[in-house]
């Protein structure tokens, strides 16, 4: 039987940890040959020897630097292109949320903020997008559910998010019929800023499974729970693959139902 990614090439950023590694690992199972980056050289490099001895050195290009690098960034493009020969699907997976008020946010933190979220899909998107627009391939972008329901107290990310939920749907339009571009909207997803707060629960004696139960009750969360790595690894491998060959800028929401807009 043919894998789904068989014969293709995929690029994960913010692949060494949480739903980008999980991405990553899905797609090596589907028979992608895949290039990862992060910022922690460390990490990535314990990473990536685990998944070189479970799919094979041959099929892995990583590389650790900020995707806010744009020198960085398309010399990562070249080394993919010399080493593989081709990109077939670019998923834009680096960044994270900043909890503040309108009040408490300087005006530091909002340039960081538009240029971490804005910034970390321009570049990757204008280096690759020749090799994307060659192989008639797809943009991933993970993002937030921030994007249609902000948080007072993460106002910066949402409206960040927001923008970049519209650069989205403008690329869409501009890269068509070469490149499709769609992104999923994640809501509470046990990675991250989640996990890190389980490790500082006050109540140590809480298992996993009843602290993120009770995250899930508090938040409003149809399905009871926080969402599993795995399961946004899945939605974005779905919109990079054939199956969604007739999708394009789209956003498939991954919140558990917690999304309201309609």
């Not at 629960?201 to 938040?219: I, V």
């Amino acid at each position: 039987m043919t894998l789904p990614y068989e014969g293709r090439v995929a690029v994960v950023t913010g692949g060494s940890s949480g739903i980008g590694l999980s991405t990553v690992e899905l797609l090596l199972s589907q028979g992608a040959r895949v290039a990862l980056c992060a910022r922690g050289e460390g990490r990535l490099k314990d990473v990536v020897s685990v998944l070189a001895r479970d799919h094979g050195a041959d099929r892995i290009i990583s590389r650790a630097f900020s995707v806010l690098d744009s020198d960085a960034v398309n010399a990562f493009a070249a080394d993919v292109g010399a080493s593989f020969g081709r990109c077939d699907l670019l998923v834009n997976n680096a960044g994270q949320g900043r909890i503040s008020t309108f009040e408490e946010t300087t005006d530091e933190a909002w340039r960081a903020e538009y240029e971490l979220k804005m910034f970390s899909q321009i570049y990757p998107i204008r280096a690759f997008v020749p090799m994307l627009r060659e192989s008639k391939g797809a943009i991933v972008a993970v993002n937030s559910l921030l994007a249609y329901q902000p948080e007072p107290h993460m106002v910066c990310t949402s409206s960040a998010r927001a923008g970049v939920q519209n650069l989205l749907k403008s690329l869409s339009l501009e890269l068509a019929p070469e490149v499709r571009v769609n992104s999923v909207l994640l809501g509470l997803v046990g990675s991250g800023q989640w996990t890190r707060r389980f490790a500082e629960r006050e109540d140590q004696s809480m298992s996993r499974e009843e602290w993120y139960g009770n995250l899930a009750r508090k938040k409003g969360i149809p399905l009871g729970r926080l969402g599993d790595p795995s399961e946004a690894a899945a939605a974005i491998a779905f919109l990079g693959s054939h199956a969604a060959s007739y999708i394009t800028g789209a956003q498939l929401d991954v919140s558990g139902g917690l999304a309201r807009h309609i």
